[in-house]
């Protein structure tokens, strides 16, 4: 940028070693059958001889906890609940936490991950529709849970011997091996034969960045195992083949293809083919691994314009809300028609259909849940973005995070330093240490991508978000320049009295006060896209000058971003408790 203007479980493939898993006292229900609930967060208390751990739930759902060793860790697993996808971390380092982790574990089932130090005695509490978990000293936990369903896991893992508590979710498909993994071309498809001894069930579901299909097999372990194991297959669709033991009893076959790839399933006696064929449209892919879940359509226009945004489409939903379809002239997409399926942990498949009678299409998110959808053309690089959103519901508290710039937009250079991964920087950190105060947050983005300043704002409109935060980094020709500055938009007034300004303000203060920069204001800019088209109180942060050789020596070192990640982390929390 110029004189003060801005330019403007992760989940992977890893394994888990063999386990005993405890479950709670009381019987499971069928919890695939009822409508699922949403873990809305995770967050941790540090008291005096023992950690407390609050799992935000929207909706009483069913658990179990299990006892992981080597590493140490406690498991809490949630039935019939969604979760985000990607994983989310929250980094503690106390005596008796060092990590939380949570992320969609597998079709309706939410996962919490406590790394511990050592395996302490640990408690676990319904509160309302919450979970509290409690680790520690089991002395000082007891008076805690005085109230409400209560399980308890001792210190240890329990020997075999005593299975009365064990889990019994999935005993019947126990005892199922993977004897081997074959492939054949056939035609202009690639079939990948899984052969599995008493062969009962599987679930298929397909990632992105990279491109994957997942397939976990219920009740297998491998038959040989040492480690993950690759098979080398490079052929027009498919890389590679890996295969491992990812639960105790759960096998894991993954299908890195080399492009975004149609699939399906053909299950038999003893083995399963999974069946890859080209893409349904060259056009379309599909984007799941952060918390922007959007499909993305190459050469399409939905829409006109951006501060006045033309939608070229209807749209409706159906009565459970859970289908969203949009229908639009043929000539704005140019599609094939036919089913994507998806199957991860917000959507079961995407349906494209053509009707000759009046030449339009059709587009279909068959959701596993109610969402909201923004649909956006990107004209500087002609495509249109569908973004599926999980909206704040009633008095819940939503932070969008907005590092500033992204992909070929690299907002301010020096030689081979750049905004935009500096500020994605920082984002990370404030993200992890708002989670770790049981804040929600989105990211608008978590890599190094494009998104439109429209975008960013109309997105955090349709999530309801309470507070916008974008990270930025300045610069100025005049090289003796440096400081701190945050902008806001004049002249709104956001969720009652709380504004854009107050917001600004408290940011401000919190960045002098932890960077001990000089102080550049806080600055009225009427003009800029991400805050004037918010709906709630925005505010950039200028952390630092990427131009002035004293902010510059500050900005490479990771201690001081993380100290502007605390600083924005106060700031933020400081306002949330303002905002209407």
Do not use: W
């Amino acid at each position: 940028m110029k004189k003060f203007i801005s330019t403007v479980v992760l989940v992977v493939f890893f394994i888990m070693p063999v386990i005993n898993s405890f479950a709670q006292k009381t019987p499971q229900t069928g919890a695939g059958e009822a409508k699922a609930g949403n873990l809305t967060g995770v967050s941790y208390t540090l008291k005096n001889g023992y950690a407390e751990v609050l799992i935000k739930l929207d909706k009483v759902s069913d658990y179990r906890m299990l006892r992981l060793p080597a590493p140490d860790r406690i498991v809490i697993d949630i039935y019939n609940t969604i979760a985000p996808y990607s994983q989310q971390t929250i980094n503690v380092n106390s005596r008796f936490i060092q990590k939380i982790r949570y992320a969609q574990f597998e079709n309706g089932m939410a996962r919490v991950v406590l790394d511990v130090p050592e395996q302490y005695e640990c408690k676990i509490n319904k509160r309302g529709n919450n979970l509290l978990v409690y680790i520690g000293n089991i002395n000082s936990i007891k008076d805690q849970v005085s109230e409400g369903e209560q399980d308890t896991i001792p210190s240890g893992p329990s020997s075999d011997g005593d299975r009365s508590e064990l889990s019994d979710r999935g005993n019947e498909d126990r005892g199922g091996k993977l004897l081997d993994i074959k492939h054949a071309k056939k035609g202009g498809t690639d079939e990948v034969t899984v052969f599995v001894e008493n062969y009962r069930k599987c679930n298929v579901m397909r990632l992105s960045n990279p491109d994957r299909i997942v397939v976990d097999f219920y009740g297998t372990t491998l038959d040989k195992y040492n480690g993950e194991q690759r098979i080398n297959i490079d052929t027009k669709l498919i890389k590679s083949i890996r295969y491992a033991q990812f639960e105790k009893d759960i096998a894991r076959v993954v299908i890195d293809t080399k492009v975004f790839s149609q699939y399906s399933i053909d299950e038999k006696q003893g083995k399963v083919i999974v069946i890859v064929g080209e893409p349904l449209d060259k056009n379309i892919t599909y984007h799941n691994t952060s918390d922007r879940v959007y499909l993305r359509i190459a050469g399409a226009k939905l829409t006109n314009g951006d501060k006045d945004l033309q939608k070229l489409y209807t749209e409706k939903y159906d009565s459970s809300g859970e289908k969203y379809t949009i229908t639009f002239p043929d000539n704005l997409a140019n599609l094939n028609s036919g089913v994507i399926n998806i199957n991860d942990g917000m959507i079961k498949s995407v349906e494209i259909s053509k009707n000759a009678s009046d030449a339009t299409t059709s587009i279909t998110f068959n959701a596993k849940d109610k969402f909201n959808y923004l649909v956006f053309t990107r004209a500087d690089t002609n495509e249109a973005i569908i973004t599926i959103l999980r909206p704040a519901k009633g008095a819940e508290k939503l932070v969008v995070i907005d590092a500033g710039h992204g992909g070929f937009k690299t907002g301010a250079i020096y030689e081979n330093l750049h905004e935009k991964d500096l500020t994605l920087d920082i984002a990370l950190r404030l993200r992890d240490l708002l989670k770790g105060k049981g804040i929600r947050t989105y990211m608008i983005r978590e890599d190094d991508s494009h998104v439109d300043n429209y975008e960013r704002a109309y997105i955090a409109n349709k999530l309801n978000a309470s507070l916008f935060l974008s990270v930025h980094i300045n610069a100025m020709d005049d090289k003796s320049i440096g400081g701190t500055m945050t902008l806001y938009c004049p002249n709104r007034v956001s969720n009652g009295k709380f504004t854009g300004k107050d917001f600004a303000a408290i940011i401000q203060s919190e960045l002098l006060k932890t960077l001990n920069t000089t102080d550049r204001k806080v600055v009225e800019r009427p003009n800029l896209v991400v805050l004037k088209y918010t709906a709630m109180p925005a505010a950039i942060a200028e952390v630092a000058f990427i131009t002035n050789s004293s902010d510059r020596e500050k900005l490479v070192k990771g201690e001081f971003r993380q100290k502007a990640a605390e600083a924005l982390c106060k700031a933020t929390i400081e306002s949330l408790k303002k905002v209407g």
